[in-house]
């Protein structure tokens, strides 16, 4: 990130509008009059060679007539004429292109948009776009859009992959009183990405909370980078969770894969808040923008209605905060603001009867004590109080409390009145929402944020158990007989330069020799055909268990070259597997894909019928610290059969763990080799003994 | 229900205030207020000792002195005066009663509350409430509440269980644009039920959805009858689902249920769809009152914005209705209303170039063609167009397309201008929402609904393998010891009394008898201690399994007698249970709890680490038939595992869902008796193999 160019893209002194019109319903007048509307303070050039004024300022036929600096040029001449005008800025020193102009790589211009990019990288300036509505900031009175007006002004800033909804979404945050001091349309996204500007939005001192709506990144490292060094919150809706990759998988772990599951796992290793839907991307904004996050478990709920208690009880619960009940000395100073027939447990329960100083003491108070780490506040609408005067009570004893390391949400369930009440308390920095689950969801919202913070602190630290030159010789030595998977032995030889602990598995190629090799292993020991033209072993009888001795070890081989032949009789067979045979443990699966937006990709699940039926399995993003594995194995719905269950000992956890670590180290370190690849079954022992990879299965990247 | 005495409650042509009052402030006066300010047509008597007039209307001593007959009285006296006044009204031949008036069995008083039930149903009145605000009626322009004003008005009615709710979505229907025709407050409940009301509302013309807010139901079986006949949708809020039972549970099945999941599967079969939260309520009441039932899969969704269309499909697919492709003549027309980057797929993507013609002519096309079951509207605002000319456009559109058994809803994206556009939507008769998923979710609602009224065609017949006599035999032996749960040989003669497949079980008092019996069974064998005192069997060196021979049981015998011996000397020994050792089968557990609201409710689930781990299990309210318990086994997570995987054989679901259907006729015969039981494990075999009740547990009610 350059930030001085960013800062002249994003919070420009001076602006051109290349293409600027004096025609009104053309968007190069529509962003000229949007500039002045909006009350910009710098100098505003509309460039046009054929006009002499528009809109009462003078215009230049070209940015290199202006007399004085531009730090951004808004371009909205067509696609043919960008590339003069990307030269002519460059020339005149422009900082950043705001490229409103469409028709370029989502119609398939891809080498007009490479053009055009490399042409202003090579002045040292940066594009925002092309294929966007412009950029939009409050703090800088700068419409430099099609989008008919600032929004709402707030502490948030909104980046939209998608022009028409940032559109819509500037309207309404005036009907949902959520407001943003910037939004960016990200368009294209040919040179400027979500991660750069979230790295710039993190410097931003407008800016309290990043806000994102998300089709598809470009780069999936960079964002989760610049994500996890940002020191504010950011929440972000990713839209297509539905659209899976059409495309058959070659292996277990990539019918498993899907967008949803690898962009939930980046979010959360990234620190990112996921938003469920529009309406919560608002809600979350609204919360995470104006309030602290949450330090502790213990949320308190105030109420002048059992049933909205009730129904935010059942949302704490829900939204991961369940509700406790409130210690005696909180309870008991809380009985004093309200009638005999209320409740101090939790949820307080003022009763209807509960007027403006019953709210102000038990929310001074509430705030105050230790024990209280947020504070949930609700009010029905009675026609016995007003809800303005209830908000300014509640504000006020906000300020009287004099903490503001707690954070507070606020619910008014009633008519307009309460609406109006609730705009006010949120113009004064508290989030209010129309409905009781929504402000616990607040909270919960700011609780998560806060452990995100508490898991930056976290041992990152990566296996280091590489054997490179091992793992490649064994795949350029299939890639050289034109191979794009691993044998079940070579698959092994690669896991075993990387640490993990497979059964001992060798290839015979004689009778003689798979006696030798079952003697050395020791007995009993399994043979399996060993054939890149025979993917389904068990099928072609080429699978043999339990064997026993040497004549069993005779037999066994001559029965599985025989059916291997009848089965296909011009396979191409490179011996027999001679591998020890593992005692039982706990199934499990490891796996990988190497994803187009994030690259290699971790799994991790129960084996068999867990995998296979309940699909429970969790992901990660690349490296995979032995910590962060180990908080992989609590992830899955099957997390206690892990801890012992049925009289069994607990599983070897930190091996397994240990196995997770060095798994992600081998995918990354061959990145550009491995396309997919399977540990399927890992079986582990119980605590101390260890764990063993029974099966292998390596996919290869096409060259 | 008595229709002509609820018609009188709820929809009174002439209405006494007792305890009426000239005092501003005074519920008496605002009541009298509200019904005057309401503009209600029948005559309004304010009943005053000491007034002659009120607010205008010539006041009463007493109802008896009225000269015309009174439908409904609204009782606003103090508690110790209300069962005077319940007796006058009595006398006087009034139908109904509102009892507004609190300080009854929710503070203790249920022996008043009960002789005022009792008085009023002495003389054929019925009460609603006591502890209420009022019932709110706007087709009877009637105010007979101290909630200020009559909701927006609309078609569908609530009824609500906590009284400073109702007064907030009194207000609340303005600010949210969801109208209804009746709010009724329900309060205590000491007479009329919401099985009662939904019965009465059903036959109601004015609504054609009813809307339930429920913190407890006291009559659960009478609430589902009531529902389930009803002809028009309901959807209930259920608030306190969090607030478990704290009760430690006898039995597995007791451990699992919860408040949650047994009202969940009481909603269910009595066809209540369930609100997730409050702004759920109001959403799904919304298209239910306007929308009729999608009849089947196929959603379309029309748009002019690709990122709201990828939200409407990620909600599509979240809520149950996953999006397919529109077939190609439906694409091939669709393309005509569109500029050539736009998409006929689904969603049929207009572009941010749509007009009101475009959009006119896809929603009229799309509506009449038979593909099509339902249609999601999306309009993201823009500032060339005009959200009311589009919302027109497509009103007109639906009209035009003469199609009224499809249903539709809408989504505005934008500002006040689309608020306004949708506020007329609604007016009009059809749904919109701010948020594209909440449209999608509205479809799937609508969808829901119409798959309930086909389950309504199934075969509900109970199974009848009883053999009431034997069972109570069984069970009185055992209460004649001061017992309260049986042994596993009593609870499997249970078991076998109603037609259950039981293991094989005999009890020996002998060593000889053990042999004896053994030889009878057949080898392998299990034998395990059979005592009162000897709950966990196992850990007592009380169980031995895969017996072979006469010799093995005699060493058995004299080995588990002296287990359990060292275990507890003073045991209580009944004998040995001599066992058929069932072969190895796929593991399940039946059990049954006897909920306080609703009776008998059987449990399903997989066995062993599914049930324990997981909680994989899924409930029914008693009774359950063949048919309804095929469609439990589909419910699981693990359901697949019952199809038969890893090669394995389909289960007998057929002989599993059967053994169900008995399960579920024994624990609804003896109700009076059995107050939870366990069938853990029940090993089901390969189609036409059957199944087999392996261990069996049955806690008995105190009596």
Redesign the interface.
């Given at each position: 990130m350059n930030k001085d160019v960013l800062n002249g893209l994003f919070r420009p002194k001076a602006v051109a509008v290349v293409g600027a019109s004096a025609t009104p319903g053309k968007i190069g007048y529509?962003v000229v009059k949007n500039l002045i509307d909006s009350k910009y303070e710098g100098n505003i050039y509309p460039i046009n060679p054929k006009a002499s004024d528009i809109l009462g300022l003078k215009a230049y036929p070209s940015v290199k007539d202006v007399p004085g600096f531009i730090d951004a040029a808004v371009i909205v001449v067509p696609s043919t004429l960008v590339p003069q005008a990307v030269i002519e800025c460059g020339e005149k020193g422009v900082k950043g292109l705001i490229i409103i102009t469409s028709g370029f790589s989502e119609?398939g211009q891809k080498d007009l948009e490479a053009q055009i990019v490399q042409s202003a990288n090579n002045y040292g300036m940066r594009i925002l776009g092309p294929n966007i509505v412009g950029s939009l900031s409050n703090s800088d009175k700068l419409n430099a859009s099609?989008?008919?007006f600032l929004p709402l002004a707030g502490k948030a800033s909104l980046v939209?992959?998608?022009?028409?909804?940032l559109?819509?979404?500037?309207?309404?945050?005036?009907?949902?009183k959520v407001g943003f001091d910037k939004l960016i349309s990200i368009g294209n996204m040919a040179d400027v990405s979500i991660a750069d500007i979230v790295e710039w939005l993190n410097e931003d001192e407008n800016t309290t909370c990043i806000s994102l709506?998300i089709?598809g990144l470009k780069d999936g490292r960079h964002f989760m980078e610049a994500s996890r060094k940002a020191r504010k919150p950011i929440v972000a809706?990713k839209?297509?969770?539905?659209?899976h990759g059409a495309a058959a998988a070659a292996s277990h772990t990539g019918s498993l894969a899907g967008a949803a599951k690898v962009y939930g796992a980046a979010f959360q290793q990234a620190g990112v808040l996921q938003a469920t839907?529009?309406?919560n991307l608002f809600d979350t904004t609204l919360a995470l923008s104006l309030q602290p996050p949450m330090n502790g478990e213990n949320l308190l709920i105030i109420t002048?209605?059992?049933?909205?208690g009730?129904?935010a009880?059942?949302?704490?619960?829900?939204y991961g905060l369940?509700l406790k009940f409130a210690p005696a000395d909180v309870q008991a100073e809380l009985k004093k603001h309200m009638p005999e027939?209320g409740s101090a447990k939790n949820p307080v329960d003022l009763t209807?009867m509960a007027g403006n100083e019953w709210y102000a003491d038990s929310v001074r108070f509430s705030l105050s004590h230790p024990w209280v780490d947020g504070l949930v506040v609700l009010y029905?609408?009675?026609?016995m109080t007003d809800p303005q005067e209830i908000a300014i009570a509640i504000h006020k004893a906000i300020q009287e409390s004099g903490e503001k390391n707690k954070p507070v949400a606020v619910s008014f369930?009633?008519?307009?009145?309460?609406?109006q009440a609730m705009t006010w308390l949120v113009e004064h920095g508290i989030p209010a929402y129309?409905?009781?689950?929504?402000a616990v969801n607040a909270l919960a919202s700011l609780r998560e944020y806060a452990r995100i913070k508490e898991m930056a602190h976290e041992d990152t630290s990566i296996c280091k158990n590489e054997n490179r030159e091992q793992a490649l010789k064994v795949i350029n030595a299939a890639r050289a007989e034109g191979r794009e998977s691993l044998t079940e032995v070579e698959a092994k030889q690669v896991f075993t330069a990387y640490g993990l602990p497979v059964t001992t598995t060798t290839l015979a190629h004689t009778e003689d020799e798979a006696v030798q090799m079952a003697n050395k292993i020791g007995f009993p020991v399994v043979m399996k055909i060993v054939s890149p033209d025979i993917l389904h072993k068990s099928d072609a009888g080429g699978v043999k268990v339990n064997i026993k001795d040497e004549k069993e070890v005779r037999e066994a081989y001559q029965a599985i070259l025989s059916n291997a032949k009848a089965y296909k009789a011009d396979a191409d067979i490179h011996g027999i597997a001679i591998q020890e045979m593992a005692p039982w443990g706990t199934e499990v699966i490891l796996g990988s894909i190497n994803d187009p937006t994030f690259g290699p990709t971790l799994m991790f699940g129960l084996g068999?019928?867990f995998v296979?039926?309940?699909k429970d399995v969790t992901f990660r993003v690349t490296p995979v610290s032995t910590s962060q594995a180990l908080r992989m194995l609590g992830e899955i719905?099957?997390a206690?059969?892990l801890g012992g269950?049925?009289g069994e000992a607990p599983r070897d956890r930190k091996m397994l763990a240990d196995t997770i670590c060095n798994y992600s180290s081998m995918i990354l370190d061959l990145a550009d080799e491995i396309s997919e690849s399977d540990a399927n079954p890992v079986l582990v022992y119980e605590e101390g003994k260890g764990v063993k990879v029974v099966d292998a299965r390596i996919i290869l990247k096409k060259k």
């Open positions: 529509t119609v099609f989008a008919p939209s992959q998608s022009g028409a909804l559109i819509a979404i500037d309207a309404a945050t005036y009907t949902r709506y089709e809706l839209a297509g969770v539905s659209a839907d529009l309406d002048n209605g059992g049933g909205v009730v129904l009880t059942d949302a704490a619960e829900k369940p027939f209807g029905c609408e009675t026609a369930v009633g008519g307009e009145r309460s609406a129309g409905a009781p689950d929504k068999g019928i296979e039926v309940l719905r099957g206690p059969i269950v049925r």
